[in-house]
Structure formats: C-alpha cells, structure tokens
C-alpha cells in the first residue's frame, strides 16, 4: 500500500464553538461536521497562540512560537512602533521574526523529499517575498502571500497576486475549494499533500444576500435581553451567536469542504487519505468583526483564556480511526508535524527541533507515550487587537495557569470544574500554582522566549480615559451596529451580494 494522502485544512480565526458539532446551534457545518464523525476529534485541541502566525508557523515546523520567533501576527508594530497604536499600555511588547525562517525544515519540505506532490491554497500570511509558500516545501501555491486577510475580499475581484480572477463575483472559499480539488483530480495516482488554507472567517465578513437573509430569519429572537455584549477588561465581548453574516460565512466555507470530500469519495482515494481540520486561533468574540459568541469558554481570538486557543481539532482516516472516537487528551497544533510524518511512515529530520509529540498512538487508541501527562505552554507577550493582554500559560492535567507581565500576577484555573475561567485559584492553591509557575519560568528560559519591557512614557491616566471610552462608547455603538444585521432592510456598506451563488 502506498504512503497516505494527506488533506490539512486550516480555518482562519474559527473557535471550538463556531461548529455544530462542537455545540452550536445557530451555524450549521454538516461538512465538517462529518470530518469528525467519521474519525477523531479532540475535545481538548489548541493552537500554539491566540493569534494567527504563530500558530500557522507552529504547524508548519513543529515548534512552539518562542523558538521560530513569530509571536505576533506579522504585521503588528512592536517596541517603540507600538506606542503609535495610541493605547497608552504599560508595557512595550518586544520584536519578533517577521518571516518563516529559510532554515526551518517545515512538514512539506520533508514530506517533498519523500516523493509526495504538495500543494498550497489560501492564506499564508507568514511573510513577504523569499517567504512564501514555495520558499518552504510547495511546489504550487494558489493564493498565499503576505496578507492577512483577503485584500479583495471574499468574492471577485480578490486583489491577490498569487490568485488570478476568473469569474466576476466568485465566492473566495468556493475558488480555494475548487483550486483543492484540481489539484486532488491531477495527483490521484500518486502520493499528495493537499494544504487548505482558508481565509474564512476572518474579517471583513461578507456573505450572499440568500445566506444571509437564511441566519437572519435563523437569529431572529435569539438576542440576550440585556444586550449582546459584556465589556471583559480592555474590550466588549459577544455574548450570543447571531451574526447572519458570520453564519454565511461558515456555511460558505463548509460548502468548499465538502467539495473536497466528495472529491476524495468520487475518485475512491478515502481509505488511503488522512484528512485534518483545525483552526488557527479563537473565534472572534472582540476586537475586529465581533462576529461570535464562545460561551461557555471565556474570551476568544487574542485573549489568554480558553476561547482565545481551544480549537476544533479532528483527524479522519478510514479504517485507522475509529470512526465517532472522541479524545479528551490535551494536543497542541505543533504535533501536527510528527504526527503526519509518523502516518506516512517517514521520520521527522534530526535536525530540526521539535516540540510536539505524534499523536499517533492516540489516534490508534492506544496508550499515547506519555501524551496524557504532558504540560502544554504558551507565550504572547503582546496586547492584542482583540484585548489580549501580554502573558504566558502553562495547562498541566486540568489545571492551567496565566501568568502577566504587566503586574506579575498569576491566575489559576481548574479546567474540569470552571471551563469558562471564572475562578481564580491562585491565592487558595498557593503550592499548585507555585508549581506551576517555575515549569513555566523554567519553560520560558529554555526556549529564549522575549518578553515585554515597561514602557518610560506610560501615562496610566490616558490608558484609563481610552478603556472608559470604549466601555461607555464603542460598546453601546456595537450594540446598534449587530441588531441592524437583522434589520430586513439591511444592506452592506460595499455591494459584495454580487458572488454567483446568488445568481444560480
């Protein structure tokens, strides 16, 4: 039997609770759906940070962000820049690497070496030219680039230099789905690795006029009484799921899904291909588009608590999983790496460090090395765009500690008690978060993680005056903004009703 096909898609700022099959009940994602019922998923699956290019980097190499240095979005301003953003923070969060470093040995390289065909499609956003997708293991690449977000948008024209247009209107995540099952349809017969990387969900959000009018009628009534929003430390959160738009969005992206798989299912190639599907950070419940609810995790994309890094996290490979199994195993988007190098039966090179573990053994239900006792960690030493504050965890078992840079605090939370983080431990389990606290130092020295450094021109004054105005005034405007999406007159600033799903 020759090596397996390997299909990975990716999702751009999905949370665990953005799917049906993870408990929501106002989007609707059978496809996908349908990846995790026919294989594994992990109930306790994260992504190595709160935001997108270190966890992207992460999968890609195998390593936690501190050690390929990509610990912000590529993009953001750091040091002295940061104080141009006008928050008035505390601390100034230091640089980091603004590209995939060319010694890196990613996943696809290696799997290249072996003889597989690969390909990517969608978002890289992990550097500039000299640093895409070609520059690191794929031999086509259709629409990776330094963006983002999508600079056109999510239908034609899309603005993107590695994606040529072709249909006036034509839907983003429809294109990449498309784009995937081409490129499945020409390597049939040999071994592939097929990387979808979705733009979807992330913002500007966009959908049909018929998708969203359907989340309309769907979200009717289903708007908490006292508002959408609570205001959590820096920012307004979501507190229900009812954005039409974003549910469009979903189902515009599981479409694309489900083109693939029945792609795999028409050309009979299903028992012989691992199909993956995760995510690259939380769902976005503050900051950008405020588009979703993580309820009953705490926080979403940028932040430091469950919601901003617990993922949908499912493996599918018939005849080798368990079909329906579920994991309750703490994994990490950097044992990807090993473990779909370990399912194509090829060894992880010798000298590229990683950290992750393959999951391999778990996934064949069996004991899992030492999987089940291992720590897991995290470093951000940045503020978000989405109320993130800069800090570093550490999850042992179902304890998980945050640790802040600002005032040297630490939290501590028992996950299996308080999924959503609203108890703080620290003081009435001084021996256990002690504990934790020097793994994590520990942890923290080992990789050279930078942190943030306190800022000489910090004026706590105008830091106060900033978070009053967005409680007292964006959050109110919010509220306006998200009940107008209901409106049944509502139309968009920009004409994007133009995609041709509208017009079949």
Known sequence: MRQPNIVFILADDLGWCDLSSSGSD???????????DEGMRFSHGYATC????????????GKYPPRHGITDYIGAPAGGAWRETGRHTKLLPPEYERGLRRDEITFPEVLGRAGYRTFFTGKWHLGDKGSFPED?????????????????????PFNNPKLEDEQPGESLPLRLGRETVHFMESHRDEPFLAYLSFYSVHSPIQTTQPLWEKYRKKA???????????????LPVRQVQDCPIYGGMIEAMDQAVGMVLDTIDRLGIGE???????????????????????????GGKGRQWEGGIREPFYFRFPGNIEPG?????????????????DMAGIPVPK??????????????????????????FWHYP???????????????????????????????????????????????????????????????????????VPDPRHEPEKEKEILKRIEHELMPGLEREHAAYLDPDWQPDEDWWGSWITRD
């Open 26 to 36: 106002f989007y609707e994602s059978p496809n996908i759906d349908r990846i995790a």
């Open 50 to 61: 709160q935001v997108c290019s270190p966890s992207r980097a992460s999968i890609l190499t």
């Open 136 to 156: 690191h293991g794929f031999e086509i690449n259709r629409g990776g680039f330094r963006a983002g977000s999508p600079p056109g948008g999510y239908f034609s």
């Open 220 to 234: 009717l009534g289903r708007a908490q009484e006292n508002g959408r929003f609570i205001f959590d430390r820096r």
């Open 272 to 298: 012989n291909t691992v199909v993956c599907f995760t995510s690259d950070n939380g769902g976005v419940s503050s900051g950008d588009a405020y588009s979703s609810s993580m309820l009953p995790l705490r």
């Open 325 to 341: 199994s579920h994991c309750e195993v703490p994994v990490s988007g950097i044992d990807f790496y090993p473990t779909l190098l």
């Open 351 to 376: 000298e590229q460090h990683i950290d992750g573990k393959s999951l391999a053994p778990l996934l064949r239900a069996e004991p899992g090395s030492g999987l089940r006792e291992r720590d897991l």
């Open 382 to 452: 940045h503020y978000g765009n989405q109320g993130g504050e800069p800090s570093s965890i550490i999850r042992s078992g179902m304890w998980k500690l945050i640790h802040y840079y600002e005032d040297g605090r630490d939290e501590l939370y028992n996950l299996q008690h308080d999924p959503g983080e609203q108890e703080n431990l620290a003081h009435g389990e001084k021996w256990k978060a002690s504990g934790l606290r020097q793994k994590l130092d520990t942890w923290l020295a080992e990789t050279g993680a930078k942190k943030p």
